[in-house]
């Protein structure tokens, strides 16, 4: 059984700073790729940032430029450091990992989900 513990959300003034962290933990055989999406109430949960286990990685349109996601392989760890933050970038972050499968080819994982709320 794969769990995703996420850190690192909380409350913090437009123009600031977070990083989340995202660390899969149990017996995962291969990732493909990690990544942080985003759910504001009423809206649906979108891509933030993903990243490949090469190390190549994509970004949401309005994050491009203030948000980096990284990763640490040996620890299975994803990280998104989010900087000049927006009122609009309030949301529930949540963590994905998707990995190898020996069964179906591929498997997602998902994170509870931690709060970020930017104050303006």
Do not use: H
Not at 6 to 18: I, R, T
Not at 70 to 90: F, G, W
């Amino acid at each position: 059984q794969v769990q995703l513990v996420e850190s690192g959300g909380g409350l913090v003034q437009a123009g600031g700073s977070l990083r989340l962290s995202c660390t899969a933990l149990g017996r995962i055989f291969k990732i493909n790729f990690m990544g942080w999406y985003r759910q504001a109430p009423g809206k649906q949960r979108d891509m933030v940032a993903r990243i490949t286990a090469s190390g190549n990685s994509n970004y949401e349109d309005s994050v491009k430029g203030r948000f980096t996601i990284s990763r640490d392989i040996a620890k299975n760890t994803v990280y998104l450091q989010m900087n000049r933050m927006k009122p609009e970038d309030t949301a529930v972050y949540y963590c994905n990992v998707n990995s190898y499968d020996f069964t179906t080819g591929s498997v997602s994982y998902w994170g509870e989900g931690t709060q970020v709320t930017v104050s303006s």
